[in-house]
């Protein structure tokens, strides 16, 4: 079976439609869970609430090769929130750990954000896909949430990693690494395009092949567009010309659609609180 083949899993839903949490520590090592911690310590010795892994290795999808880390901190209020990468050393310890991860994601964000908007993604993320690896249970306190144009995240945040991408591009580090800039953008588009059709489809998922498929039976004209850019996220190269050439048709349309959701609910995108800048999802 290839990555392409791989069939991934919707979010389950309670009797009442809401997404269910489907994480579990069973899906790694008790030590990985432990590395990640301790790292988060170092990096805020005093301010530290809580750790949490979120995405595939802790829903136990991953797929060695394909899917990358996304571990964040919550922290006290009124803590500084710096840019975080990991060193030599905690890389390669977590690759050994856990064998076949792209990228090394390491994000934070202070107590209020989590507990002070029904429409931010930290909430969002904690309630409905991540696991707790120390601290304080924030999903207790959480509301539930079900698959629609209330958590439209990625479709409200193309824009701004568009800008972002257009950016990288010009940069030298990402000039390095048109292959994985290309992963990055195309699994966004992906999922922002999904994200239209969940008010009408009631279901929620992050895997590709699973967004795609959804998106293609809501709207076939567009099928092609959203599989090019899966094939792009799945199998990246560095033929940046072709991929903003897709860019350019898909993005604006996605945008135009969502638009359009917003103004027939009658959804304000500025309730929202959307990630900070470069944080990659």
């Known amino acids: ?115 002070g908007n029904y429409l931010g993604v930290w909430s969002f993320f904690i309630k409905t896909q991540s696991l707790l690896l120390y601290g304080y249970d924030y999903a207790s306190q959480l509301a539930s949430y079900r698959p629609g144009v209330a958590i439209m995240g990625e479709a409200l945040w193309l824009t701004q990693r568009m800008e972002e991408y257009r950016q990288r591009l010009n940069q030298p580090e990402w000039q390095e690494k048109p292959r994985l800039l290309c992963e990055w953008i195309m699994k966004a588009v992906v999922r922002a395009a999904f994200e239209l059709t969940m008010e009408q489809q009631r279901c929620y998922t992050r895997d590709l092949s699973l967004c795609c498929q959804v998106f293609c039976r809501q709207y076939p004209q567009q099928a092609d567009l959203c599989r090019r850019a899966v094939n792009w996220a799945i199998h990246p190269d560095d033929c940046i010309a072709e991929q903003q050439q897709l860019l350019l048709v898909f993005c604006p349309w996605i945008e135009q659609q969502l638009r359009m959701l917003l103004q027939q609910y009658q959804v304000d995108p500025a309730g929202y609180q959307l990630a900070p800048a470069g944080e990659e999802g």
């Open 1 to 115: 079976m290839t990555q392409a083949d791989i069939p991934g899993r919707f979010f389950p839903l309670d009797e009442q439609g809401f997404i269910v949490n489907d994480t579990s520590a069973h899906h790694f090592p008790a030590t990985f869970g432990a590395r990640l911690v301790s790292a988060f310590q170092q990096w805020f010795p005093q301010t530290l609430r809580a750790v949490y892994l979120r995405g595939s290795v802790a829903r136990g999808t991953r797929v060695p090769g394909l899917s990358d880390l996304d571990a964040f901190a919550v922290l006290e209020d009124g803590s500084s929130i710096k840019p975080l990468t990991a060193d030599d050393l905690l890389a390669a310890e977590l690759s050994q750990l856990l064998p076949g991860l792209t990228e090394l994601e390491f994000t934070c964000c202070q107590e209020k954000e989590v507990m």
